[in-house]
């Protein structure tokens, strides 16, 4: 596996060594020289014999499946045809850079709720393995009345001391199914859909769906990539099954004859505010350029809940 940071880089790099005037055989054999990560030096060793047997660079690229994603391919693809390649690979740099400071705003935010979850698990079970028995030793020796929550939680207390194993068992039989769940069509869809009304968090993944959607949407268009081939791109790039059956039915209605704003307004998963600027981008001809616009506002709308969601777990 070719780690995504050099992925990222890689168009840079090429894009920089074709203003400077090298050609794409002397461009990648110079990037070979220079590459230390063993995996995506050989990548570049097999890229280097297949454009000196009169491969272009797309096609070098489309032998490589599990290093170049097809958005990858596509973009370099419409490049060469456009005689624009510089121009597109600089684009698809920034694209994948917006892409990585999203997934790290996200991931960031995800980590900071498990972290003191996890922590809040292991107070409570501290608390009802060791500090209960504490109190129902004294409680017993004043005899005393308890209420109901408190002689649930001796209770529980007792259960989980006698049968700490079964107890261990148990939970992660549990967290076991959950993850098997989740790897079945339907789990992952049924999981998605909580993922997306869970309060702040939902709003925080519906946010960073449709920033990554409009972005990569907007480039797809504006490299002159078709409408369709650019939805079933983006529908590659969507990693929530809700949003991407969502994506599927507008290229559906897309073909149908519908237009790209009436066709999402349809599909009823994006929000008023995408489609309405998908509207206008096609009353002004300039959809690339509205979609890079939304998302712009999308990214700023993560921010806003990242701050909010630290704020109401402290």
């Known amino acids: 596996h070719v780690p995504l940071k050099i992925l990222v880089f890689f168009p840079r790099q090429l894009a920089t060594m074709f203003s400077a005037g090298l050609n794409i055989e002397k461009t990648i054999s110079q990037l070979l020289l220079e590459e230390t990560n063993k995996k995506f030096r050989k990548v570049l060793g097999q890229m280097n014999a297949d454009i000196k047997k009169g491969l272009s660079l797309s096609d070098a690229m489309e032998r490589h499946p599990g290093v170049f994603s097809p958005l990858y391919i596509a973009l370099v693809k419409s490049g060469e045809v456009s005689g624009t390649l510089h121009r597109v690979l600089e684009e698809l740099a920034n694209y994948l850079e917006f892409i990585q400071d999203t997934r790290r705003k996200v991931v960031s935010a995800m980590y900071y709720p498990a972290f003191v979850l996890m922590i809040t698990f292991l107070i409570v079970a501290g608390l009802i393995i060791y500090v209960v028995p504490i109190f ?3 409680y017993a020796r004043f005899k005393a009345d308890l209420p109901l929550p ?16 079964a107890t261990a068992l148990l939970l ?4 076991g199914l959950i993850v098997l769940i989740n790897l079945t069509y339907s789990g992952r ?3 998605d859909k909580i993922r997306l009304k869970i309060p702040v ?21 504006g490299a002159g990539v078709p409408v369709i081939d650019s939805m079933n791109l983006v529908s590659r790039v969507v990693d929530n099954y809700v949003i991407k059956i969502g994506v599927k ?10 237009s790209i704003s009436a066709s999402m307004k ?17 009353e002004t001809g300039e959809i690339e350029s509205m979609f890079g616009k939304a998302a712009v506002f999308y990214d700023k709308q993560i921010d806003a809940v990242v701050s909010r969601l630290t704020s109401l777990i402290e």
């Open 266 to 282: 349809k599909s009823a998963v994006y929000p008023p505010t995408l489609v309405s600027l998908a509207s206008t981008g096609e």
């Open 201 to 221: 968090i939902g709003k925080l993944q519906m946010n960073s769906i449709m920033s990554k959607f409009s972005r990569t949407f907007g480039m797809l268009m």
């Open 150 to 165: 408190t002689q649930i939680l001796i209770h529980i207390s007792d259960t989980v001391r006698s049968n700490f194993i």
């Open 249 to 258: 039915d507008t290229i559906r209605y897309i073909k149908d004859g519908y």
């Open 136 to 138: 129902q030793d004294v």
């Open 172 to 175: 992660a039989a549990f967290v």
């Open 189 to 191: 869809l049924m999981f």
